[in-house]
């Protein structure tokens, strides 16, 4: 009897696992996009960035035109990998690392100080049930501070008022089907069930909220799906 | 019966007066500069007392809010001497009370192992200080009933004021911010009311018969247009404690047009196209909506101050005191006018917004003081604030 169970436990495994698969693809901007603008940091933080002063990063692009920082979901999805390990968001050279996260519903967005300087962490969430908390972190050795979000809420902004230029943002989903592109441009979201889906990129500049990329996809044990978003033209 | 004029008494309202302009003019280098929030915590600074937090520790925004902090700690205290000096013996009664009630907070917070020994020492020693004082100053009559009333009114507005700042940070709360900024302005115009009654011009004036007086439909009139500036600043207080940046960039336009669409795409637009390391909040169509109700607002209030300044010549004369000072909010005016247009092409850079912070407060309290003068001194019927 413990064998059949056994049996049939391993075999719903197999079977779970083969109706499900990755995600993949890769996003790429066309166009130029403005320049990014120097950073107003201060003496104490330039020293962090010996030989290169950092600037904005509106627009993260690589040689091949892969763009950075794009969040990519699948819209109305249910369910997904749980959520039991923090997202890690640290503070560097007085910069967040990384600039744009996701995390679950109720996830520990836990943030970090890796500097020897003070900086304030500030979450303004505008999602109802979203707590704004304003926390400080004197130094490296400061304990790590926990945040967590019952509503889901796109690009919820952290800031430092400590260091006006430090921002980063953090998508809230309530499901796991979910996750942010690489340097290169590349997504992968894994675990996905075979099915229908509506694939949705969004970028703070190039495909904001309110203008979306939205793409249908059908997963078949996993699907590759590569995008291309514009640099929007100034407005008229 | 008029008081008579204390010439040190008149110096140090002057001096409180300044030194509020000074911290509005710090304050708004703090909202200007996003700091606001740079200092998590209120009473205490980072949990230290604020007179004992490290100098080392005055970093980036930290050094703005801090040091509105401090200032503003400054003209509590003046304001508090100020009230003692204008209510005279009967107030060095409430002194001793409120120094005995600062010296067992602080004996009762020695007690508590959650407040650090510079709060219990700070309390302790300011409670002692104040307590000894009380029996030596004040010791003279009030300076005038109406004026004493003042005194404590505007120290009722400080500590409120105090609190309301405390609040907006402990709170996160922006919206108090809207109340902080506009209260500090009617905080400012009220000093500067004290310095002038208690000047010996105002005595001089008030001793002798006005030739001119100023004619009821134009004493109304400077009320309302100082009123309207009021609301002005209200209005600007409003859009600076959003925190979302300049919610119009450009101008005479708006957006590119007479009027700013408003739709959902429209708003996706405006924000992706700003490219600001100050990363504000995204704008919504209801900050547009008052942003273009202040640009409004500076012309009703540029028609208002002229008007005013056009009513006065005509009725009381070009030489008239009265008219020659509303020349110069006039020309205030026109160089406020001209600081809004500035701070929307600078991209509300800090320095710029904060001058027209400080140019605003100035324009309030010319039409409060012009106001006042107005409809006492230059009264043609008799008024009680002969008391004054």
Redesign the interface.
Known sequence: MKSLILTLTALAIVAGTASAGDVTGKITLKGTPPPEGPLPIDPTCSKFHPGKAPTTRFYVVDATGGLADCVVYLEGAKGGATADKPVVIDQKGCEYLPYISTARVGQTVRVLNSDPVMHNVHPTPTGEGNKEQNRVQLNASAPALDHSFPTAEKFLRFKCDVHGWMFAYVSVFDHGFHTVSAKDGSFKITGVPDGKYKLVVEHRRAAPVGKSVVKEIEVNGGAMVNLTLEVPAPAK | MPPVCQPWLHRFAVLTALATLALIGIGGLVTS??????V?DWPNS?GYNMFTFPLS?W????LY?HSHRLAGSVVGFMTLVLALWLNGRPAAKWLRGGSLAVLALGLLASTSSNVKLDNVLFLVGTGVVGFGISFVWPQHEPVSPRLARFGLLALVLVIVQGVLGGLR?TA?ADWLGIFHGTLAQCFLALMCAIAMVTSSWWQGLKAKSQPMTVPAPVRNFLLVTTLLILGQLALGASMRHQHAGLAVPDFPLA??KGWPATD??S???????R?D???F?AITAGQIHLHMAHRIGALVVFGHVLGCLLKLRRTVGVTHPLAKVAAGWFALICVQFGLGIWTVLSNKAADIATLHVLVGAASLVTGALLTLLATTVFRAEPRAGAGL
């Open positions: 500069h996003g700091a606001g929030m740079a998590p980072y520790m970093v980036g925004g930290i809010e940070v996160l957006h590119g959902a795409a708003l996706v637009t405006y924000n992706r196209e490219h390391h100050r990363e909040k």
